[in-house]
């Protein structure tokens, strides 16, 4: 019942805020007047107006804003003499879904006024219609498996690891082994460690497979670091695994530690931007993902792998990742009781 | 080396251990009898600090369970009631874990173990869930020995074991005795009890009493008798209908029969019978063993309550 009313909400595709950068090198009335018609659409926000064309660059390879459109020099005067005018849109597609919606958005505005220009500019005939050149970055055919493939890896990653260890110490429970174990003088901390590390083993072999299968079969390679997948993948996995280890302590039955792990995952992918694109949820659905750990790493993941983004692009994801998987394994420490 | 006074251990709703007391003396081997569900096994855990108690004093050679528990871990070799390695592990592989984990190896102890490890040698490569149960519970005693603990708990160690196994192991733990160990043993065969040097019998989370297999005996201060006839089913209710008798329990082809008064005689349980329209009667004074003493300390008790 949660999962429907909280994922319905999230399931959406539209997209509600664009945050576009527009470089106006025309500076002319013509020019302003197409930029408030951005600024005034509920669409689009305009966080910056960069003024040459690497800045422009630089802000969508950050992911500080999602498109940009030039308006080129002589954009006026070549509208008024008749001319063709141009103009340039590019679009951040990593997420191929979301980067053609925002693409057609923005087509829209530029469509609506080159039609008011028509009508209101009477008398003279203005034949020139806009055209807007555009392009996407990063995913240029819009494909849809070049965007899924390094989310579903992390999925495969999560969903093993959480299972694996979600069934372990629930296993021991069921077996009686753990009984065993509880009577030696073995401690919490040694325990907890023992349970992750080769899970944390098999995750990586995972992981390292389906990079090889992406770039082989998908043609997906890493553009970026493999050494940072790798990093954040490290965090990452003992996150998981804490995760798993949590309900698995907390749980007396397999079917029960099953349960709830699929309680999780469910919510945490739908939530992930895997199929939907997030800044499309609501507010607070968004607020939800601060805590979804797949959302961080398939941020990540696909920033690295479709991108090429370094160490300084993802120092956040990575520092959030850390924090909460210090967090996580703490409590699965705390939570192991070694008595029945 | 270990003392109970007045523990109360209680779950959700029933009490599970009603004010046990009892003592282990060091060098011991102390059994625990009673039926399934009599709270051996909650006394167990609680001794080998796995369980919280909530009221009471225990002490386990002159540790606190609750609070001094990684001593007690480090001393006592404890045997679950029900199968705990790991099945998909060989016999070595099971062995050299635990060694692991109690910092020691198979060599330094090997004395110890070496009578029993012996036998299951010959398998030390097939996985512990493919074992037979005799086999089983001497893998599990060998890895519950490899840390050279001073106390042992075994907990049903005998259920589920063949008769032939059962002996063996009853052998296995007088020699464990003979050299030092402890042993707390539990089980729900009455017949086991006279193999150790002092018993508690306990019933519904209450000892009724702590005494040697004899003295436990001695307390049965009746008449019994072993009675036989033809019609079983109607003979065990007859003797529970008559008010002479205390209590009619069967036992293999008897009936076990306690009389209420010291001076009742067999022929008065033969007239008696006969006046019942019995054929072949044949009753025969016998003297009580643990089981007729467990049934009459029981309804003893349940007579006080």
Redesign the interface.
Known sequence: MLQLLVLSYTATFEIKKTRIAIVDFDKSSSSRELVSLFEGSRFFTIPYYPSQMSEAEQLIDTRKVHQVLVIPEGFCRDMQVNHEVSLQLVTDAVDGSAGALRSAYAQGIIQDYSQEINTTISGRRVSGPIVATWSFWYNPELDYTTFMVPGILVLLVTIIGMFLAGMNVVKEKEMGTIEQINVTPINKIQFITGKLVPFWIIGHLELTLGLVLAWVVFDIPVLGSVGLIYLVASVYLVLVLGLGLIISTLSDTQQQSMFISWFFLVLFILMSGLFTPVEGMPAWAQTLNTVNPISYFIEVIRLVMLKGSGFVDIKSQLVSLSGYAVLVITIAVWRYRKTV | MIEVRNLVKRFAEVTALNNVSLQVDDGELFGLIGPDGAGKTTLF?VI?????FDEGHVEVAGKNPVSD??AI??M?G?M?G??????DLSILENLRF?TA??KTTLEENYDLIKDIYVQIEPFKHRPAGKLSGGMKQKLALC?ALVHKPRLLLLDEPTTGVDAVSRIEFWEILKRLKQQGITIMVSTPYMDEASLCERIALIQQGQIMGVDSPEGIIKTFSKPLFAVKADDFYSLITDLRDWNEALSAFSFGEYVHLTMRSESSTAMQVESYLFSRNHSSVSVKAISANVEDSFMYLMLKKEESQ
């Open positions: 855990r080998s600090s796995l369980l919280l528990y990684a871990r480090q006592i404890y679950p029900k199968f705990s390695l790991y099945q635990f984990i109690f890895c």
